[in-house]
């Protein structure tokens, strides 16, 4: 029996290839439409995002100027640093990768394969950099076999690199990548993220002159990101070079002396060396110290943690921090004195060991004591009793008033941070601080410098070379001038910030006392004596903790944090002088054992060499010290 379903198998399969052939020329039409999008519609987007992916321009990171010393020793330079980039997307053999580079780096296969393996995914068509520093060598082994590492890459940077490792660090100061906070800045709106900047240090004062202008070359790439040619290229201006005051070799000797000091137990301590006549800072060093060329290239964090960690504090320019400067103060204390005529150079003083006031003694470092002394002898031997009785005699505003002249209790506005500015205690200064007024016992501690008194070692520095020039404070500088390819562009010259309103008759007495310190054989400044050449200068301990705490122990058995702080100022030559030297030993204890053999070495150094006013020439290779 026979039954009609609504048509045959051939209806069915017709109807099935008409459906099909609708799918299919729907789909057709919208392959065409969007072709047609693509081709006509949209065709300037695409075309420019093709140029775009065919055509890249790469920045070409301009050289830091140099910094040099007074002789034109390069101080800090650029160097070419080469380093190694991957592209995940283009590596398709990991491990071989990994095990050629293994070979070509002589460093572990597991140790690219981890570092490869964790690039950021979504950085995958990015390059991102995995060694950075390649030695020359390293580098030139992988250009030669880049054919056989897609997704590899080299490319040479300019880094900073200071010649001297670790010299004058402090000065100098480092570099590190620019901070988020920096960028919302309008001093650095034309910096981006990643930029490399002086962080501290001359490096951060001079930033503008030392950065440079960036350039940038435009290249053709193929489909893999490798450069086809070079299609325009603008080279990037290096930054302009500073010259600055720092004599290299005194440095050394200076950072050199300190590093020896430091010895097993641990110390530290700082030297300003400065040019008499015009304010120049010859040397500036600070112990302990660190090498910027660890910063050059970025820091890692455990780094950083390890140098800031550290209980010797490795960052802190010394030289610029306040102490208290204990007896090398009494010099500013006896020109006070001679000046207000309070006393005369021929007035004396019995010492036996202690001065007794409002029923408290205070004892003089010399416990026998120094019999009948002058100003001179109390200059020389270091009378504490001699300051202590005389003291007395001195508003503690007037005082202040002359310690202002020599330039203490000011900053010396070098713009490298970490700048103290020393303190000078006055009546008004108590009533600000405690609400107290200023008791005449104070004076005691004062005038041999302990008590409130704070000074910075460039501070002494700059004191006694104003002594030693007659009367003028010349600004301490570390630029002598900015250049170009071209020429100097700035230079700077000395600044006198005033005149001592104190007379030559009171200078020149001071300067006697200074001279004998050194030159007498009672003097407690003779490790400071050189073979034909006539040195000033005086020796400091500041005491830590009081006297009592450690007298009855040797020396050796006082805890370091505990010992006295040993100060040195002196300048040379007497008759025209032309250097002043400022040496502070944290916990040095003893100044004429430590510190003044220290100012000797520099003196020494400095005067190698030299023709002296009578003509006579002093050859110094590795000078000569005159024994106690």
């Known amino acids: 029996m026979n039954r009609d379903l609504g048509g045959g198998p051939e209806q069915v399969l017709q109807g099935r290839i008409i459906i099909c052939g609708i799918v299919i020329a729907v789909t057709f039409l919208i392959f065409l439409i969007r072709l047609f999008q693509l081709q006509i519609v949209e065709s300037n987007v695409f075309k420019k995002k093709a140029q775009n992916n065919s055509v890249q321009i790469i920045r070409l990171d301009a050289p830091r100027g140099r910094m040099l010393d007074r002789h034109g020793n390069v101080l800090a330079s650029t160097r070419p640093s080469f380093g190694l980039l991957a592209a995940p997307h283009e590596i398709h053999d990991l491990r071989g990768t990994a095990t050629l580079l293994g070979h070509l780096t002589d460093r572990p296969e597991s140790w690219f394969l981890e570092r490869l393996g964790s690039l950021p995914w979504e950085k995958r068509f990015q390059r991102t950099r995995i060694i950075d520093d390649l030695s020359f060598d390293v580098f030139s082994r992988i250009e030669s076999h880049l054919y056989a590492l897609p997704g590899i890459f080299t490319d040479v940077q300019p880094r900073r690199h200071y010649r001297n490792g670790t010299r004058a660090a402090h000065l100098l100061g480092f570099l590190g990548e620019v901070h988020a906070v920096q960028l919302k800045s309008e001093e650095f ?141 009494k010099p500013i204390v006896a020109s006070a004195l001679l000046d207000d005529r309070l006393i005369t150079p021929q007035d004396e003083v019995t010492c036996n060991g202690v001065f007794r006031f409002k029923g408290r003694d205070y004892r003089c470092w010399k416990r026998t004591g120094h019999g009948k002394v002058d100003l001179h002898q109390a200059l020389r031997e270091s009378c504490d009793v001699f300051f202590y009785q005389n003291g007395l005699k001195i508003h503690i505003d007037r005082l202040a008033e002359f310690a202002q002249f020599f330039g203490l209790g000011a900053s010396p506005k070098l713009s490298l941070g970490q700048e103290a500015a020393g303190l000078v205690p006055s009546s008004d200064w108590k009533r600000k601080q405690f609400n107290e007024s200023w008791y005449p016992g104070e004076m005691l501690s004062v005038s041999i410098g302990q008590g409130a ?30 250049s170009t390819s071209t020429g100097i562009i700035t230079s700077s010259e000395p600044e006198v910030l005033g005149t001592l309103p104190i007379s030559s008759e009171t200078l020149r007495e001071v300067v006697v006392g200074l001279e004998s310190s050194v030159e ?10 050189l073979d034909g050449i006539r040195v000033a200068g005086k020796t400091g301990t500041a005491q830590v903790v009081r006297l009592e705490a450690t007298e009855h122990l040797e020396d050796h058995d006082i805890p370091v944090r505990y010992r006295d ?10 008759d025209k002088p032309e250097i002043a030297v400022a040496v502070f030993l944290e916990h040095g204890l003893h100044a004429s054992t430590a510190a003044a053999p220290m100012a000797a070495e520099i003196l020494g150094n400095y005067f190698k060499n030299r023709n002296l006013k009578n003509g006579k020439t002093l050859s110094y290779e590795g000078y000569q010290t005159v024994a106690n």
């Open 520 to 529: 007498h054989p009672n003097g407690t400044g003779t490790a400071a004596q």
């Open 565 to 574: 702080h040993a100060w040195f100022g002196a300048f040379a030559p007497v």
């Open 189 to 329: 709106s034309d910096y981006s993220g990643g930029d490399v900047i002086g962080q501290s240090g001359l490096e951060k004062r001079f930033e503008t002159h030392l950065r440079g202008r960036s350039g940038g070359r435009t290249v053709s790439v193929d489909a893999s990101g490798r450069v086809i040619e070079t299609i325009d290229e603008v080279s990037p201006t290096r930054g302009r070079d500073i010259t600055l005051t720092i004599d290299l070799d005194l440095q050394t000797t200076a950072e050199r002396a300190l590093a020896t000091f430091a010895g097993r137990d641990f110390r530290s301590g700082g030297i300003a060396v400065v040019a008499v006549e015009t304010g120049e800072i010859l040397a500036m060093a600070s112990h302990p110290t660190y090498d910027p060329n660890d910063f050059s290239g970025g820091i890692d964090s455990e780094s950083w943690s390890n140098i800031t960690r550290d209980k010797g504090k490795p960052l802190l320019n010394r030289v610029l921090q306040n102490y208290p400067p204990g007896s090398v103060y």
């Open 453 to 482: 008194n704070l000074m910075t070692p460039l501070q002494l520095a700059v004191s006694y070379a104003t002594i030693a020039n007659g009367g003028t404070r010349y600004r301490p500088r570390v630029l002598r001038s900015i």
